[in-house]
């Protein structure tokens, strides 16, 4: 069965940084897009970014573009997701997804349970 | 930047039917995709490609999009369907949630 499990969440400092790993078995990694999001507590759902299944196109949203990167390491079957220069506003639980196509232009048919990343001085 | 609205809650009494709306311009012109996210869970698609129910939703949920509104439609409802409901579509190349709905079954 998919399983997607993140991991690497914590408390941090505003201006730090911190990269989060989901780790992923049960289906052919490297044939699917995959994505970030987040909510913050209480909120809605934020989406984060998205990479296709090579990694050759890597999309983000305004509100995080230029700090965070999302890459995956296909050999490994994990999706990172890299976060710099963190603000309180990034306190929130990250999930990672895994898209229903290959360049991670659909939906999230599956989802990890999540990670909280609290960025608190 | 492109925004779907949603509203923010809904009730509707057992066995009735529900509709939670989603706007935004042009809506039709994109797929729509529908969420349910129960309380400490993490979201689940029950309706993608406007119209469509993966295996495991129930007939239950139904979808449709026109003009600058998506509408999931859950007929009969439970007390199981009572959940946070979020609207998703593609706008150049990055992914856009509704605010979400808290569907209340009362």
């Known amino acids: 069965q998919v399983q997607l499990v993140e991991s690497g969440g914590g408390v941090v400092q505003p201006g730090r940084s911190l990269r989060l790993s989901c780790a992923t078995s049960?289906?052919?990694?490297?044939?699917?897009?995959m994505h970030w999001v987040r909510q913050a507590p209480g909120k809605g759902l934020e989406w984060v970014a998205v990479?296709?299944?090579?990694?050759?196109?890597?999309y983000y949203a305004d509100s995080v573009r230029g700090r965070f990167i999302i890459s995956r390491d296909n050999s490994k079957n994990t999706l990172y997701l890299q976060m710099n220069s963190l603000r309180p506003e990034d306190t929130a639980v990250y999930y990672c997804?895994?898209?229903?196509?290959?360049?991670?232009?659909?939906?999230?048919?599956?989802w990890g349970q999540g990670t909280l990343v609290t960025v608190s001085s | 930047s492109y925004a779907l609205t949603q509203p923010p809650s809904v009730s509707v009494p057992p066995g009735q039917t529900a509709s939670i709306t989603c706007s935004g311009d042009?809506?039709?012109?994109?797929?729509v995709y529908w969420y349910q996210q129960k309380p400490g869970q993490s979201p689940v698609v029950v309706i993608y490609?406007?119209?469509k129910r993966p295996s495991g939703t129930p007939e239950r949920f139904s979808g449709s999009n026109s003009g600058n509104t998506a509408t999931l439609t859950i007929s009969g409802t439970q007390a199981m369907d009572e959940a946070d409901y979020y609207c998703?579509?593609?706008?150049?190349?990055?992914?856009?949630f509704g605010g979400g709905t808290k569907l209340t079954v009362l």
């Open positions: 042009k809506l039709a012109d994109k797929y």
């Open positions: 490609q406007d119209t």
């Open positions: 990479i296709s299944n090579d990694g050759s196109n890597r």
């Open positions: 998703q579509a593609w706008d150049s190349r990055t992914v856009v």
């Open positions: 049960g289906f052919t990694f490297s044939s699917y897009g």
């Open positions: 997804a895994k898209d229903s196509t290959g360049r991670g232009e659909g939906y999230g048919d599956y």
